[in-house]
């Protein structure tokens, strides 16, 4: 698992807000290793969510300097429902305490629990670099593939992708009051692939074949988010490759033919996810789609590591300019 820097995070962080001086409505302004301004914008007070999260809240502040006659605005909710391994989970429980205002990410506790110990891309892009007010449903679990019954798991509790997305339609999905999301106001985002490859990719047989097996698994679990509710169902999602884990220490390990061997198969199921991704919205009205390539920027990293504030592109440990976690 990786630790992103705020710095490798800007490619991703394009559908989101950017900082400012003053912390406006929703956005971060406080915690552990937070760096930004603490201040926030006239008719908002940063209000203390745990020791990881502080956040500008509006309405418990001074009043804005102007005013508009009128009803009070609604708040108009926005919602992120996450999916996938070890790289974006932070141990959110559906069955646990669900985001609200104050607790955008219902549980764990900010920044939750990662396999990094700090802040991941999760954290990153819903509060350090989002200025809105976004409820967070994380249902990524450690060491998930996307089916069991195509790559196994580590251990067998692990949740895999089809688990996951059948937790989101057994519950959530139904929009109850607790969690009234549209089809509007939703992002769906996966990001899996990483354990399939790096389980799977030494094995016999056709390797390229057996990328689109686990993509066709994948994608019929994409329709099935879209279509639970032909008028209602997801409608935006963010797909996210597979990055260049040839390159992490222990595949280094594992000698050059093994890097190798890894690369050619990460390298050719990113060309079928984006094709795969084309042909989803082609074939689906209305839905939206976007790719961040995290095989080019974790690239860009390794290339020139002390650029980004990195010790080098292979240490292995813990500590702030240390790449792999």
Known sequence: MLHLSSISFVALASFVSTAVAQGVSWSQCGGIGWTGSTACVSGNTCT???????????????????????????????????????????????????????????????????????????????????????????????????????????TPTVLSLTDQVNQFLNSVATKPA????????????????????????????????????????????????????????????????????DRSPLMIGQGATAQAALKTVIQGFNTKLAAKVSAFKSANSGVSTFIWDSYASFSTILNSPTTYGFRDATTYGTGADIFWK
Not at 106 to 128: F, H, R
Not at 218 to 228: I, P, R
């Open 48 to 154: 203390y969510i745990n020791d990881w999260y502080s956040q500008c809240i509006p309405g418990t502040g001074p009043p804005a300097t102007t005013t508009t006659a009128g009803p009070a605005p609604t708040v108009k909710a926005n919602y992120w429902f996450s999916f996938g391994d070890s790289y974006t989970q932070t141990g959110f429980t559906p069955t646990g305490t669900l985001p609200s205002v104050g607790n955008p990410f219902g549980n764990p506790p900010y920044p939750g629990w990662t396999s990094s110990g700090g802040e991941n891309w999760i954290d990153y892009a819903a509060a350090v670099y989002n200025n809105s007010l976004l409820f967070t449903y994380n249902y990524a679990y450690g060491g998930a593939t996307i089916d069991a019954n195509l790559v196994q798991p580590y």
């Open 178 to 245: 607790s969690t009234p999301w549209t089809s509007a106001n939703a992002l769906f985002s996966i990001w899996i692939g990483i354990n399939d490859l790096g389980n799977s990719y030494y094995l016999s047989g056709d390797r390229a074949a057996f990328s689109d097996t686990l993509l066709n698994a994948q994608f019929a679990l994409v329709q099935k988010l879209v279509s639970f509710n032909s008028n209602a169902g997801a409608r935006n999602f963010l797909f996210l490759n597979v990055p260049c884990t």
